[in-house]
T-cell receptor, first 116, second 109 residues
């Protein structure tokens, strides 16, 4: 199994530009999570999906952030417009959830975003 | 909202010394997971604890879940340089896990 695949691995952009991060979860997993990691705030849960439906997006910082999961094998996290404070490593993780209990989270290698 | 704190934030040990990190939740947890993140890497699952008072061992690593299911600990016996990284607990509830603040371990050879 290829694991969770994220792209791009690195993104450098200028303030105000749109950024799209992509994630392909492990086949057969029914839950997907987006986390943001910074030195100051650690690992923050942004949003998670179950069976392609957003369950909780209370961690999304503001309206500039949006996430979609059009099908079971693909998700995007979009930032528009981007700001320097959005610079972080963004992780996607997937798991098989049974009866509302989350199992082991499998993380992708992350997308390191730098906004100048 | 739910908060999960870990102490210490950083720990430097000599190779061969023991290491312990503690995890405390503001709310009762249904279960807890532990992850390790190597420098520049991504979190990797170590273990999950479900039962009150549960203790699990993986070679030199010992994991405990508190009786009240609000705290947990990870103990490493005789650390090695390969143990370097940040250790996170993740408090489990319905549908999601909230990660602790992490403990960064450095092992000096």
């Amino acid at each position: 199994d290829a694991g969770v695949i994220q792209s791009p691995r690195h993104e450098v952009t200028e303030m105000g530009q749109e950024v799209t991060l992509r994630c392909k979860p492990i086949s057969g997993h029914n839950s997907l999570f987006w986390y943001r990691q910074t030195m100051m705030r650690g690992l923050e849960l942004l949003i998670y999906f179950n069976n392609n439906v957003p369950i909780d997006d209370s961690g999304m910082p503001e309206d500039r952030f949006s996430a979609k999961m059009p099908n079971a094998s693909f998700s995007t996290l979009k930032i528009q417009p981007s700001e320097p404070r959005d610079s972080a490593v963004y992780f996607c993780a997937s798991t098989l959830m049974v009866r509302a209990t989350t199992g082991e989270l499998f993380f992708g290698e992350g997308s390191r975003l730098t906004v100048l | 909202g739910q908060q999960v704190m870990q102490i210490p934030q950083y720990q430097h040990v000599q190779e061969g010394e023991d290491f312990t990190t503690y995890c405390n939740s503001s709310t009762t947890l249904s279960n807890i997971q532990w992850y390790k993140q190597r420098p520049g890497g991504h979190p990797v699952f170590l273990i999950q604890l479900v039962k009150s008072g549960e203790v699990k061992k993986q070679k030199r690593l010992t994991f405990q879940f508190g009786e009240a299911k609000k705290n947990s600990s990870l103990h490493i016996t005789a650390t090695q340089t390969t143990d370097v990284g940040t250790y996170f607990c993740a408090g489990g509830g319905t549908y999601k896990y909230i990660f602790g603040t992490g403990t960064r371990l450095k092992v000096l050879a």
